[in-house]
């Protein structure tokens, strides 16, 4: 039984050899990245000159390269098998000080919302997919605070100025609640120009906020990577 068992996976191994979820290189374990798209893709890097009222902005990775394609492909293409690799990342920087910091100092977190029709769309959101079940392992509730009121374009051709005009007001809380005293984390797949994080910032200060901080899996802090 086993030799047939042994058999079959190394068939099977032999015929869909895992790949660099980035770059289809053949690796070693599965939705591992292969050791170049590793290294380009950095872990944990602290940012502290967030708009307010965000205090600071943690990412796991740059939102260049890899991350970049993996998540436009989750956004753009519905593609959920990206996922795995995602949360891979995640837990690789799950016991980084950085990490246990920011979230031994927060009572909870609220992933960005998307609009009734883009969630309907999608069928899921992103951001709860890529967060949702590694905050339950690190014991963080995940509570959706926060809707969007309005339908917004795609934004990721936009500048700021524009993003902020369309953003402005475009969250509300979902319900009636007493935030005061609360400290926040909100997570968001990716942080560019921070005007989305800022207006859920302000909807979660409006309602009492003592603080809040943002988990972005993949960020651009004014890099403005040039490949492409
Ligand atoms: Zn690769």
Redesign the pocket.
């Known amino acids: 039984m086993n030799f047939f068992r042994e058999l079959w996976e190394a068939l099977i191994y032999f015929l869909f050899p895992p ?7 053949i ?1 070693d374990e599965r939705y591992r ?6 290294k380009k893709i950095l872990r944990l890097d602290l940012y502290d000159r967030a708009p307010a009222p965000i205090d600071s902005v943690l990412r796991v990775t740059k939102y260049h390269d ?1 991350s970049r394609d993996m998540l436009r492909k989750l956004k753009f293409d519905n593609d959920l098998r990206v996922i795995p690799a995602l949360k891979k990342i995640l837990d690789d920087a799950s016991d980084r000080k950085e990490i246990l910091q920011l979230l031994s100092c927060v009572n909870f977190a609220v992933p960005v919302p998307l609009h009734e029709i883009r969630f309907k769309e999608r069928g899921f959101n992103q951001t709860e997919k890529i967060f949702g079940e590694w905050l339950a392992k690190k014991n963080l509730p995940l509570k959706n605070l926060l809707i969007r009121t309005r339908e917004t374009p795609r934004l990721y051709k936009l500048g700021k100025s524009d993003r902020e005009k369309i953003l402005s007001g475009a969250f509300a809380p979902a319900e009636d609640v007493d935030l005061r005293g609360q400290k926040i984390l909100i997570v968001d797949d990716i942080f560019t120009t921070g005007t989305t994080c800022k207006e859920c910032g302000k909807v979660l200060r409006s309602l009492g906020a003592e603080k809040i901080f943002v988990l972005a899996f993949a960020a651009d802090f004014g890099e403005n990577f040039q490949s492409r």
């Open positions: 790949r660099c979820p980035v770059c289809r290189e690796v990245l292969c050791e170049a798209c590793d890899g």
